[in-house]
């Protein structure tokens, strides 16, 4: 019985400008392409929608961090 014939990896492209990536930097092709990524990132550029929970009480007694206590 024959073993299955490894297919090669696929290079994969840098998110930022498409040019195959590079190890030492990986998945970007060069230390530009990934601090401009970490730029996008702390400018929020990406950033996951999410919708605003309405049912939630600020005053929430179960809520350890919003509970008042007497000290």
């Known amino acids: 019985m024959s073993e299955p014939v490894p297919t090669p990896l696929l290079k994969r492209k840098c998110p930022i400008c498409s040019k195959p990536s590079v190890e030492a930097v990986k998945p970007f092709c060069s230390k530009r392409c990934?601090?401009?990524?970490?730029?996008r990132?702390?400018?929020?550029?990406?950033?996951?929608?999410?919708?605003?929970?309405?049912?939630?009480?600020?005053?929430?007694?179960?809520?350890?961090?919003?509970?008042?206590?007497?000290?």
């Open 41 to 71: 990132w702390l400018k929020g550029v990406y950033a996951i929608p999410g919708t605003e929970n309405d049912e939630a009480d600020p005053t929430d007694q179960d809520d350890p961090f919003n509970a008042e206590r007497d000290l």
């Open 34 to 39: 990934a601090d401009i990524d970490l730029s």
